[in-house]
């Protein structure tokens, strides 16, 4: 049980360089269950959510990044699936914003459609 939802919690959603922003608006996490179910349950790691601006300069995040929002997530690579697999999930769980990677998928309720595919 999570302090979010029922599968996620503050501290997997906290930004990385410590300074406590940990709070994604309430829509992203629904949505990251929503996901969560259709993968089978699978656990469902995120690499990074939050950040402040600093440290979104720092990883090199764009400069109105929907991470410094608190709008976004980064859920790494779920073992047994594909990158494409994980995109049409969240397509179904309805994220407005879907990037793939080869690390994984990036997802964010920017509030309109947004597709990128940085696979290299
Ligand atoms: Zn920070
Ligand atoms: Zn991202």
Not at 27 to 39: A, M, Q, S, Y
Request: charged letters at 25%; aromatic letters at 10%.
């Amino acid at each position: 049980m999570g302090d979010l939802s029922a599968h996620f919690s503050k501290k997997e959603f906290a930004c990385k360089c410590g300074c406590g922003f940990d709070t994604p608006v309430p829509e992203l996490v629904d949505k990251l269950e929503i996901f969560r179910e259709l993968c089978g349950n699978r656990a469902t790691y995120i690499n990074s959510a939050c950040r402040c601006v600093k440290h979104n300069a720092k990883v090199g995040g764009a400069k109105n990044s929907q991470h410094v929002k608190g709008t976004a997530a980064d859920i790494r690579l779920i073992p047994g699936m594909t990158v494409d697999q994980m995109a049409k999930l969240a397509e179904q769980a309805g994220f407005d914003g879907i990037g793939i990677y080869s690390w994984g998928i990036h997802v964010d309720v920017r509030g309109y459609k947004a597709r990128w595919d940085y696979r290299k």
